[in-house]
C-alpha cells in the first residue's frame, strides 16, 4: 500500500506556480540565485513571447493583464475568488 502512495506523490502534478516558475528559470537558462530584477526580465520576456504567439492584439492584451495583474494585487481576495471559481466552478 505504501509504494502507491509513493508512486501518487510522485505523479503529483505541478501548481500553477511551480509550472511558471519553471517556465521563468527556463528563460533565464540558469540554476544560479537571481536578482529579483533579472527574474521580473524573464517574466516579462516570458509573457510578451506568450502574448506575441497567443494573442489577436498583444499591444493592447499586454495591457489589459497587466491591469488585472494590479487588481488582483491590490485586492487579494479577488484572486482567491478566481481561484475558486476557476477550481469549483462556484462564484463568491
Sequence with gaps: ?????????????LSAI???DAAIWRMIS??????QSELIEALSR????????RSQA????VLAALCKTRAYICEPER???AELE???????
Design 1 to 13: 500500500m505504501s509504494s502507491e502512495n509513493e508512486v501518487q506523490d510522485e505523479f503529483t502534478p
Design 18 to 20: 511551480q509550472l511558471l
Design 30 to 35: 540558469s540554476d544560479e540565485p537571481q536578482s
Design 46 to 53: 516570458l509573457l510578451a513571447s506568450w502574448m506575441l504567439t
Design 58 to 61: 498583444p499591444e493592447l492584451e
Design 79 to 81: 484572486l482567491a475568488a
Design 86 to 92: 476557476q477550481k469549483y466552478g462556484v462564484k463568491h
